[in-house]
């Protein structure tokens, strides 16, 4: 089993971080906007790149992350569903891994990379393994009707679509690797189950499935760190703050 060692990178875990989190949480439950807090509490902190990102993406009100945690499937739910796949989200956080960066279970159950970087389609040796990795999850999840959507304009977009057709050229179900101008808005319309850890897809449909945490769970024994794990009970929050 794979483990990696992020306290580094959520340092001061007691103190700062802990707090800078909690801060967020405050003011993202009250309605400000998050990235001028995130520049408050980051400045404040004097946090690195990497843990204002995880206050950018990993840290949702109560509220949010409720609504999206029970949209969450298991993998015994996708055997024979329909599922619409990000693409380029999954891929990405899958290579980014690989690079070893950052990932992080956010406080809505979702995997999300704080690398902010898609670097990752440049490098052919790590997008291929990526892709590779995420064709077998596919395999072994065994959804029925299954389309995934790569933003075209992006560099090494068709390269991408090449290198998953060819990995997912022995499924039986229907499969189709697309090409979109906007994949995050055609993904929105998703009939029902949708694959990403971009928070304004997981909000426009049904139900989720996070398809980056299965491949790198299954595929490399991979395990992280839960960031509501880490800022314990938000009911203790006015506390924390005082």
Known sequence: ME????SGLMTPLAAGFRR????QLYLAERGYPVKQTVKLIGDRYQLRAVQRSILMRGVIPPGSASRRRVKLLSPEDLSGAELWVDACNVVVAVGNYLCGKFLYIATDGLLRDAAESRGVFR???IR???AELVDAALAEL?????ILYIDAPLTHSRDLAGELRAGLSRRTGETQVLLADHADEVLKQAPDIASSGDSEIIDSVDRVFDLT????EKGLNARFPDLA??????DKLET???
């Open 123 to 125: 490098n052919d040796g």
């Open 20 to 23: 800078a989190c909690l801060d």
């Open 229 to 234: 794990e880490f800022i314990g009970d938000s």
């Open 3 to 6: 483990r990696r060692d992020f």
């Open 128 to 130: 291929k393994r990526a």
């Open 142 to 146: 065994a959804p029925g009707k299954l």
């Open 240 to 242: 924390a703050r005082n």
């Open 213 to 216: 945490r299965f491949t790198l």
